[in-house]
């Protein structure tokens, strides 16, 4: 299951990590981002140890909208070492392109 990122924990789950971790910024009345939710968190299985996947909700985290520079959702960033090294706009991915540009951070 992906984890639910919120401003309070986003520095220690993301930022902080010493595993790659593919962040879902998504909302409740975003079509495609409920398409992309139960893939993102089969993946967060798959990747147990070696990667993580969160999920932060626009509407209640707007400060790491505007933060990210959050245009569209769905928005998959992807960090390494605290920094976004990738990212994917759009729901238009499968499960394994995610889980291999995730590993290979």
Do not use: H
């Amino acid at each position: 299951m992906a984890i639910q990122l919120t401003e309070s924990n986003f520095q220690s789950e993301v930022i902080d990590s010493d595993l790659p971790v593919l962040v879902d910024f998504w909302a409740e009345w975003c079509g495609p981002c409920k398409m992309i939710g139960p893939i993102l968190d089969e993946l967060s299985n798959e990747v147990s140890g070696q990667a993580k996947v969160g999920k932060v909700n626009v509407d209640d985290a707007r400060d790491l909208a505007v933060k990210f520079n959050v245009r569209s959702i769905p928005l998959l960033l992807f960090f390494k070492n605290g920094e976004v090294k990738d990212q994917i706009v759009g729901a238009g991915v499968t499960k394994d392109q995610l889980k291999q540009r995730l590993l290979a951070l």
